[in-house]
């Protein structure tokens, strides 16, 4: 696979799983216990999607780490923010 | 540098004055806030690792302060509403008839058990289906002197509309159970506001029953007695010191608080993470535009997922609790 290729099947992954937690988002919206999981599991899946693509690509510093870590976190806070509850 | 290149050209005197005199180019980085630094080759100082951890720390100490907040002062924050019981009886029967079940008629007894228990949610400040001191929902429907075979409750809190709560409901495996249920050919409601754990709001609570005798079902002049009611009481329930007395509504209820945490909540959120959606874009052009070869993380990913974060919040996310 070229790095080209394996470029865009990494965003491939995160813009499908991004879809998919966006609908899962929307059938549970009611459930707000669900939804907190839900929240959980999009902040963690976008640190460990960001951390593997850049140790895929050689490129993973400290730095990157903790960014992807705290863009996670932030995300997590912002939806449970939102949720209000 | 990108603000020094420009003027290198027009006048290098103005540029070996800078080089003597840093500080007096200070003010020109006040846009690397906003912009990546093509010398540093770093992304704006907004969007650096430290920004990302005040951002986490103000908006956990934000969430701290509104758990905090309404003990000081109960009744400011709140969470608007205009939920009527005519609203809720028209979406509860819409819901039943579309499956062929016979509509619930209201009943006075059924509604007055339902205002009993939501005063005495806000009297003794629990929102469960059995109170503190250990009263069941079906303690409020014998004190009416209902005599039935089946009975049930759903409650909900914190929810802006009518159509909201029902829906909520049937997406709640154990609450459409009670909503489409056929044993029921009864219900009683009650949408009344005050002030609970501090945050002024509305509470909704919807009583199912069957009467023993089936002749007791209420009749439709008896419904139409029930619907035509409105703000029958006031003040039923002891509130918490300083908080507004409750307001049992029957037809017309709306919560106005100083501050609707909802749409606060949900501005601010929306506002924040457009703006760093904003920022990640300009990242994007001006790393491209001055072909700054920078080491972080991938823009275009941030943007996804802040994209899905904005799309969550202003789509999906609404205010409310059931149990």
Request: hydrophobic residues 45%; contains cysteine.
């Amino acid at each position: 696979m070229t790095e080209k290729a394996r470029h865009i099947a990494e965003y491939a992954v995160l813009a499908i799983a991004s879809t998919i937690l966006l609908a899962a988002f929307y059938y549970l919206r009611f459930e707000k216990n669900a939804l907190m999981v839900l929240f959980g599991i999009s902040s963690g899946f976008y640190a460990i999607w960001g951390i593997i693509h850049h140790a895929l690509e050689s490129r993973l510093t400290k730095s990157i780490f903790f960014e992807y870590i705290l863009f996670g976190f932030l995300i997590f806070l912002l939806l449970f923010f939102a949720l209000n509850i | 540098m990108a603000l020094l290149s420009k003027t290198k050209e027009q006048n290098p005197s103005i540029v070996k004055y800078w080089r003597k005199n840093p500080k007096s180019i200070d003010k020109f980085q006040f846009i690397y806030h906003f912009l990546p630094h093509p010398e540093h080759k770093r992304r704006a100082t907004l969007l650096s690792n430290k920004a990302l951890v005040i951002y986490c720390l103000v908006i956990m100490l934000t969430i701290g302060s509104l758990r905090f907040f309404p003990k000081f002062a109960p009744g400011v924050l709140g969470y608007a509403s205009s939920i009527n019981m005519k609203d809720l009886l028209v979406d509860s029967n819409k819901m039943r008839t579309d499956r062929g079940l016979s509509a619930l008629r209201v009943n006075a007894k059924l509604t007055e058990a339902a205002q009993e228990k939501a005063a005495n949610m806000f009297k003794d400040q629990y929102w469960a289906h059995v109170s503190p001191s250990g009263s069941e929902p079906w303690d409020f429907i014998l004190k009416q002197n209902y005599d039935y075979t089946y009975a049930g409750e759903n409650l909900a809190k914190n929810f802006s509309t009518s159509q909201d709560v029902v829906t909520a409901w049937y997406n709640s495996p154990s609450h459409r159970e009670n909503l489409l249920s056929p044993n029921y050919d009864e219900v009683g409601f009650a949408v009344v506001n005050g002030v609970l754990d501090g945050y002024e709001t509305t509470l909704v609570v919807q009583m199912f029953g069957r009467p023993r005798d089936p002749h007791q079902v209420a009749t439709v002049e008896e419904e139409d007695n029930v619907l035509s009611k409105a703000a029958i009481s006031t003040g039923e329930a002891t509130q918490p010191e300083g908080a507004p007395a409750p307001v049992v509504n029957i037809k017309q209820p709306a919560v106005l608080p100083a501050i609707d945490v909802a749409t606060a909540t949900r501005y601010v959120t929306l506002s924040f993470a457009g703006f760093l959606t904003l920022l990640l874009f300009l990242d994007i052009w001006y790393t491209r535009k001055k072909g700054i070869a920078k080491l972080n993380g991938h823009t275009i990913a941030h943007i996804t997922i802040f994209i899905m974060v904005i799309l969550s919040i202003w789509i999906v996310l609404r205010p409310g609790l059931i149990i």
